[in-house]
Each structure stands twice: as C-alpha cells, then as structure tokens.
Nanobody
Framework: QVRPVESGGGLVQAGGSLRLSCAGS????????MGWFRQAPEMEREFVVA????????YYADSVKGRFTISRDNAKNMVYLQMNSLKIEDTAVYYC?????????????????WGQGTQVTVSS
C-alpha cells in the first residue's frame, strides 16, 4: 500500500508560488500513478494533475497547465507539485492520491489511496 502524506501548503499572495510535497510508502511506490486533486469549499473534488510511475508521462487539467508542474523522485518515494502564478481560484485543499495501475486517469474514483490534504490559500 501507498499511504500519501501531503505537506507544503500555506498562504500566498496571488502571483506567488508554492511547492507541495507528497511522501509515499512501500517498496512498490514506482508502480503507482500519483495524482493531485483539489477541493474548494462547497465544490466537488477535482483533478489537477497526474504522473506515471516512471515519471515519463504527465497529464494536467487545463486550468493549471503552464503554471503547475508535477514531478516525482522514486528513490525517495516523493511526489512534488510546483505551483507558480497562483490565482485566487487555486484556493483549495490539495490532496495527493495513488492509483494502483500504470495508466493515468482523472477520476476521483480511479485512485485507491488518499492523503489527508493540505490547505492552499491564495490571497489578493
């Protein structure tokens, strides 16, 4: 099993940057697709980005394309989300999730393990 644990959230001004980290567990971490999702108040959880087990493939939501970058370090069982040019509408709880499959998917139900989330607040 992979038990994601997020860190790195916080308060930032619009236009600023934050880097989220997600620590995984287990010896098979590199076999999992890892994804980031977010949920704003009174909104459904939405897909942000995912990365394949090898790190060779990524898929971004249109709303973050060109601003966010996902990466992973399988030697450290870590996934990172670099968020630049942050907007007020990026404010949400960000969740790291693991999918027990080599294929990237965007659905919440496609992921098997979830972290507790980390709050990102972008102010004007």
């Amino acid at each position: 099993q992979v038990r994601p644990v997020e860190s790195g959230g916080g308060l930032v001004q619009a236009g600023g940057s934050l880097r989220l980290s997600c620590a995984g567990s287990g010896r098979t971490f590199s076999s999992y697709v890892m994804g980031w999702f977010r949920q704003a108040p009174e909104m459904e959880r939405e897909f942000v980005v995912a990365i394949s087990g090898s790190g060779g493939s990524t898929y971004y939501a249109d709303s973050v394309k060109g601003r966010f970058t996902i990466s992973r370090d399988n030697a450290k069982n870590m996934v990172y989300l670099q968020m630049n040019s942050l907007k007020i509408e990026d404010t949400a709880v960000y969740y790291c999730a693991a999918r027990r499959s080599p294929f990237i998917r965007r659905g919440v139900g496609d992921y098997d393990y979830w972290g507790q989330g980390t709050q990102v607040t972008v102010s004007s």
